[in-house]
């Protein structure tokens, strides 16, 4: 499964269902329960004042820009800013807890109203799913405008559609993909692992998802060209080797999606590859079958194994000296 159990992160995942359950099946509050902050009319106002009304831009960090958008805004417009910014930082593992809230209390502090995060939310903050990348600090604006966007469209569908994307993933990450705009990708594959953390990996970088499809395609016999749905069938056909709960970063399975790039690190690339494909077990009856596709079956390799640094001779691998 996606879902990371290698570190003590069971507060991070029910955070996320909480907001599923105020945000998505209800209208109320990560912060002060039964207050409706994430209705469609807060939603709107919010929308009005930070969608519709971008900032300019000047070197002002994002947390001053926002200051000047939510200027005059209803309490409850301000809540719901916090309660985003909370959503957006929750799987951010490379931001400091301590920078996470104080952005969250800043905006808090403009409703007059005191409110707190709750301690058990609040602690989430020092932890964090995954390393997050550039745009996801530098476009934190793109990042907060794919929430509010989507909660929003979420209001508008039918109750039969929502019920549906709540019980499917793949229905789900249509309606989040609905959403789509310049750097707002990490955001959204945020939200969909947070959402279904069973089914899409925790990862932000689309260019880390194609490099793994792209290196362990192989692995399975019809690629859907959906990453996700790809990167799910990989997973499966690893799971025998790694288990349930492995995550590609882990040493083991990060050698195989981003090999040693000298020419000996390409040899052993390129015969796991071929020891990997699908039906290569079926080639031979004998005990050693797993070791007989290099010689059995090279056309599949020859051309790129070239390319690679590495000869084929007799129909067997060879690497090159240098």
């Given at each position: 499964?996606?879902?990371?159990?290698?570190?003590?992160?069971?507060?991070?995942?029910?955070?996320?269902?909480?907001?599923?359950?105020?945000?998505?099946?209800?209208?109320?509050?990560?912060?002060?329960?039964?207050?409706?902050?994430?209705?469609?009319?807060?939603?709107?106002?919010?929308?009005?004042?930070?969608?519709?009304?971008?900032?300019?831009?000047?070197?002002?960090?994002?947390?001053?820009?926002?200051?000047?958008?939510?200027?005059?805004a209803p309490p409850e417009t301000s809540q719901l800013a916090a309660e985003a910014l909370y959503v957006h930082f929750l799987i951010a593992s490379s931001i400091r807890g301590e920078t996470k809230r104080k952005q969250i209390t800043d905006v808090l502090d403009r409703t007059g109203l005191n409110i707190q995060i709750p301690s058990d939310?609040?602690?989430?903050?020092?932890?964090?799913?995954?390393?997050?990348?550039?745009?996801?600090?530098?476009?934190?604006?793109?990042?907060?405008?794919?929430?509010?966007?989507?909660?929003?469209?979420?209001?508008?569908?039918?109750?039969?559609?929502?019920?549906?994307?709540?019980?499917?993933?793949?229905?789900?990450?249509?309606?989040?993909?609905?959403?789509?705009?310049?750097?707002?990708?990490?955001?959204?594959?945020?939200?969909?692992?947070?959402?279904?953390?069973?089914?899409?990996?925790?990862?932000?970088?689309?260019?880390?998802?194609?490099?793994?499809?792209?290196?362990?395609?192989?692995?399975?016999?019809?690629?859907?060209?959906?990453?996700?749905?790809?990167?799910?069938?990989?997973?499966?056909?690893?799971?025998?080797?790694?288990?349930?709960?492995?995550?590609?970063?882990?040493?083991?399975?990060?050698?195989?999606?981003?090999?040693?790039?000298?020419?000996?690190?390409?040899?052993?690339?390129?015969?796991?590859?071929?020891?990997?494909?699908?039906?290569?077990?079926?080639?031979?009856?004998?005990?050693?079958?797993?070791?007989?596709?290099?010689?059995?079956?090279?056309?599949?390799?020859?051309?790129?194994?070239?390319?690679?640094?590495?000869?084929?001779?007799?129909?067997?691998?060879?690497?090159?000296?240098?």
């Amino acid at each position: 499964m996606a879902r990371r159990t290698d570190r003590n992160l069971k507060a991070v995942y029910r955070a996320a269902e909480r907001w599923v359950d105020v945000a998505l099946r209800d209208n109320n509050s990560l912060f002060t329960p039964d207050k409706p902050i994430w209705s469609a009319e807060t939603l709107n106002d919010f929308y009005g004042r930070f969608v519709a009304n971008p900032e300019d831009d000047s070197a002002d960090s994002f947390g001053v820009k926002l200051g000047r958008q939510l200027d005059g805004a209803p309490p409850e417009t301000s809540q719901l800013a916090a309660e985003a910014l909370y959503v957006h930082f929750l799987i951010a593992s490379s931001i400091r807890g301590e920078t996470k809230r104080k952005q969250i209390t800043d905006v808090l502090d403009r409703t007059g109203l005191n409110i707190q995060i709750p301690s058990d939310l609040n602690e989430t903050l020092d932890l964090g799913i995954v390393s997050v990348g550039s745009a996801f600090n530098t476009r934190r604006d793109a990042q907060i405008r794919l929430i509010v966007e989507f909660a929003r469209h979420w209001k508008t569908l039918r109750e039969e559609r929502r019920s549906e994307c709540l019980q499917d993933p793949w229905a789900m990450k249509e309606e989040v993909f609905a959403i789509n705009f310049p750097f707002s990708g990490p955001q959204a594959a945020a939200l969909l692992h947070m959402i279904y953390p069973e089914t899409f990996e925790a990862m932000v970088s689309n260019e880390r998802k194609q490099r793994i499809t792209r290196e362990l395609s192989h692995l399975i016999e019809s690629p859907s060209g959906d990453l996700d749905r790809d990167l799910l069938a990989i997973r499966q056909q690893l799971q025998e080797r790694f288990g349930e709960e492995f995550q590609f970063h882990y040493p083991a399975v990060l050698e195989l999606w981003e090999p040693d790039p000298s020419k000996w690190g390409q040899f052993i690339r390129w015969a796991r590859r071929l020891i990997d494909y699908p039906g290569s077990s079926r080639m031979s009856e004998t005990t050693n079958s797993r070791a007989q596709p290099i010689s059995r079956r090279p056309e599949l390799l020859s051309n790129q194994a070239r390319r690679d640094g590495v000869t084929i001779c007799s129909g067997h691998l060879v690497r090159q000296t240098i």
